[in-house]
């Protein structure tokens, strides 16, 4: 459970320091810009089940999602966080410790779309986060020429609606948040289209990336970034998966290295899973290592080890839109790649 919920009180600890001492004044934070040859244009979403109640409001179940995709390099600045999300992390620092309402993207709003079809992939995030702390990885991904669609999933994320703002809520059955989770992804499918998709996750967003792949044929690879599949609340560690499916993990939080060697339900998946399978490895991770937290951080005084670990954020970065883009790029688009058959960056460890 540890791994599919973020207190706000590690948030806190992380960003304020061991002393909890304010900062000389909100530090302003950047993004690193994506590698790939196309400039990203994105687009938000505001989308209603009105064929499904959402079990914690009584009311049709209602999403925010974004579209990032490769663009003409027209449209406006984008900042990372909406209003209303910025001010949730504003919150759970403090005043004065960090300026999450000013960190610009590398995607613009309104940005023309290029041309032809784009293989898509789905993102979802962890348990207390929002879709937006992922925009290292899916602006890679729509660099590269992918449409990458992002998704928040009340009750346990941070999201702006139109006509307002909703925060997250620990205190939910883990269980029934994946189901609606799992629900919410075969929803954004249908909405928008798409026959087929990619899809990766962080943490919870890991373990919905599974199980979704277990209830929709419609996604036909995945990866789950560090995420438990604790049996509890789903079957991914029953079940398994019959295609592809990337485990990236890092570190030891917990007493045990997040890999199929030491992690039962790791182990659980990848004994029942029967397709394509590979387990990376990043021994000095930590568990926000595989978010946006891993390159913001290290710009705000504190020490923030028990959140991305020792790893070089920079080179942690590169190995994960390395396999990720990879991995992609082999099942989505047929390309061949070494990376899988031997360590392709030094941070990575391959787990047989």
Do not use: C
Not at 45 to 72: A, C, I, N, Q
Not at 141 to 152: C, E, F, H, K, N
Not at 225 to 241: E, N, Q, T
């Amino acid at each position: 459970m540890r791994r599919l919920l973020i207190t706000a009180a590690l948030v806190v600890a992380a960003l304020t320091g061991p002393t909890g001492a304010a900062a000389a004044g909100p530090a302003p934070m950047k993004l690193p810009e994506p590698t790939g040859l196309y400039p990203v244009g994105t687009k938000e979403l505001h989308l209603v089940d009105r064929d499904r109640v959402d079990p914690w409001t009584g009311k049709p179940r209602e999403m925010m999602v974004s579209l990032w995709y490769p663009s003409f390099p027209d449209g406006r600045p984008t900042r990372q966080f909406s209003p209303g999300v910025a001010a949730y992390y504003d919150g759970l620092v403090g005043p004065g410790q960090a300026d999450f309402a000013s960190t610009t993207t590398h995607a613009r709003t309104g940005a023309t779309p290029l041309p032809g079809r784009r293989p898509a992939i789905l993102y979802s995030p962890g348990a207390m986060q929002s879709r937006f702390l992922g925009t290292t990885l899916v602006e890679e991904l729509a660099s590269r020429g992918y449409l990458v669609i992002g998704m928040d999933h009340t009750p346990i994320s941070p999201v702006q609606f139109p006509d307002r703002v909703e925060l997250p809520n620990a205190g939910v059955d883990p269980a029934q948040v994946l189901a609606e989770r799992v629900r919410d992804t075969s929803f954004v499918l249908d909405e928008l289209g798409l026959s087929e998709a990619g899809m990766f996750g962080h943490s919870m967003g890991g373990y919905t990336t599974a199980d979704t792949m277990i209830a929709d044929s419609r996604v036909k690879a995945g990866i789950n970034l560090d995420g438990s599949m604790d049996p509890r609340y789903g079957h991914a560690a029953d079940v398994g998966v019959r295609r592809p499916f990337l485990l990236m993990g890092g570190g030891t939080s917990g007493g045990r290295p997040r890999n199929h060697l030491y992690n039962e339900d790791w182990a659980g998946f990848w004994t029942a899973s029967t397709g394509w399978k590979r387990d990376v490895y990043l021994r000095d991770a930590e568990h926000m290592s595989f978010t946006d937290t891993q390159v913001m951080l290290p710009q705000v005084p504190g020490d923030h080890r028990s959140m991305i670990g020792t790893v070089d954020p920079a080179g942690s970065l590169a190995a994960q839109r390395k396999y990720v883009t990879a991995f992609f790029d082999l099942h989505l688009r047929g390309r061949p790649t070494a990376v899988f058959d031997r360590a392709a960056h030094p941070v990575v460890e391959l787990i047989p």
